[in-house]
């Protein structure tokens, strides 16, 4: 499998500049995607997809609305399991290498990286992604938005803390309930950033073999 970028990545701003990288994991989702693009969009903010392959493979159109919109894409595993995690290394290979062959049919071109299903990082994973020449790809603020409603008020007050160049996940793939309250906080989340004079961008292909990952 060709790569074109490095075992290793950590997001960096340069000094002149206030960055910060907001990432999407589970998805593509048929209700949650669009209406995260969209919100995007509005704010003019570049963000990276972390896909889950299967899901991907469902939803192919979504795959190239993301891409039209000038964000980047990840790998986030084949179906977003823990099983891989307890067999042998070789067999935790063939699954990272089967979705990002999936991912790349469908997108044209390699993913960022690997983002693992809950940040799992072990030993194997660690030596089948140096097999597989991908860096791992994790992140520095999240919010459990997956698993609670995501409120503004602990969202702002994060952004305030949150140092350029760093990476945040949410999830673009929410419960049925959350979705509303998601959107509404990804608004004001946008709007406050760029009040704060924060560019939002897309984690790029391509990185230079000096970067580490990030948590």
């Not at 595993?77 to 290498?97: G, T, V």
Request: aromatic share 10%; with cysteine; charged share 20%.
């Amino acid at each position: 499998m060709h790569r074109i970028v490095p075992n290793e990545y950590r997001a960096n701003a340069s000094a002149d500049s206030k960055v910060l990288y907001l990432s999407f994991d589970d998805g593509p989702d048929p209700i949650g995607t669009p209406a995260t693009l969209e919100v995007l969009a509005c704010h003019q903010a570049r963000a990276s997809f972390f896909l889950v392959a299967e899901q991907a493979g469902r939803f192919p159109h979504l795959i190239q609305h993301i891409q039209s919109q000038g964000h980047s894409l990840g790998n986030h595993s084949l179906d977003h399991s823990w099983r891989p995690f307890f067999r042998s290394q070789d067999q935790l290979q063939l699954w990272i290498e089967r979705s990002e062959t999936l991912i790349q049919k469908l997108s044209g071109h390699p993913t960022l990286g690997f983002r693992s299903p809950a940040g799992v990082v072990t030993p194997p994973l660690k030596a089948a992604l140096k097999n597989l020449d991908m860096p791992l790809i994790h992140w520095n603020r999240r919010f459990f938005d997956a698993l609670w409603s995501w409120e503004p008020k602990g969202a702002l007050q994060s952004l305030r803390r949150t140092p350029s160049g760093s990476i945040v996940l949410l999830h673009d793939k929410q419960k049925p309930g959350n979705l509303g309250q998601y959107l509404k906080t990804l608004h004001l989340y946008l709007a406050e950033g760029k009040a704060l004079d924060y560019r939002f961008e897309a984690i790029p292909y391509g990185l230079p073999s000096s970067h580490r990952p990030m948590r």
